[in-house]
């Protein structure tokens, strides 16, 4: 891909697998609500719209400012014993970076987690820029997150490649009209991810090496 400056990353199921976390801090909260757990796969079909987009379907709403206080207060510690990164995340972010690409992230995820990940996982020092949705009016699919990161740099969207795991992700890189990577890591199934029609679809994270 030709003219790229700027490599802009979702975290969650592109970057980091912390569905673990994210399944116990949710099942945590339910129960402390006195209501039924639910299946690791419904929790992970509904993550990637941020937290409390995750709880609000299945939380009372009178019940979502304790819920979203006890998914908070659990998740904090539960990132830091559960979370991973990918395979060859490190590698892949090394190589961007020497070869002179600005790095950053675009999250839904609220920033005060998405700190708690990219510092405690050792790969803040790769990032030049993160900006989380909780800072936005709108997250993704919304495109404006990744045209502030993109005016952020005085760049310009053909300049860009963005990489997501998620259909929002392909939906919000089509509409800030940036060049828009999908791996299946996350929660989006190749089906749903092929019917959004990415510029590429890869497997691994290690495939961008490839690309760039």
């Not at 708690?116 to 996982?121: E, F, P, Q, T």
Request: charged share 30%; hydrophobic share 40%.
């Amino acid at each position: 891909m030709n003219n790229i400056k700027l490599v802009i990353f979702d975290l969650d199921g592109t970057l980091v697998d912390a569905y673990i976390a994210i399944i116990r801090s949710f099942n945590y909260t339910l129960k402390k609500l006195r209501l039924p757990k639910k299946d690791d796969l419904t929790i992970r079909r509904a993550v990637g719209w941020g937290d409390k987009q995750l709880l609000a379907p299945f939380i009372k709403k009178r019940d979502m400012p304790k819920a979203i206080f006890l998914y908070r207060a659990h998740h904090k510690k539960a990132l830091l014993k559960y979370s991973h990164l990918f395979a060859n995340v490190k590698y892949v972010l090394n190589y961007l970076k020497k070869k002179g690409y600005k790095l950053a992230v675009a999250s839904n995820r609220p920033t005060k987690f998405s700190l708690i990940l990219i510092r405690h996982l050792g790969i803040e020092k790769y990032f030049d820029y993160c900006l989380c949705s909780d800072r936005l009016k709108h997250g993704k699919p919304n495109p404006e997150i990744l045209r502030k990161i993109i005016m952020k740099f005085y760049l310009k969207p053909d300049e860009a490649l963005y990489i997501g795991d998620m259909t929002i992700d392909a939906q919000a890189g089509r509409r800030a009209r940036v060049r828009t990577v999908i791996v299946t890591t996350g929660s989006s199934t190749l089906a749903e991810i092929k019917r959004e029609k990415p510029q590429l679809i890869i497997h691994e994270i290690i495939e961008l090496v490839r690309v760039l």
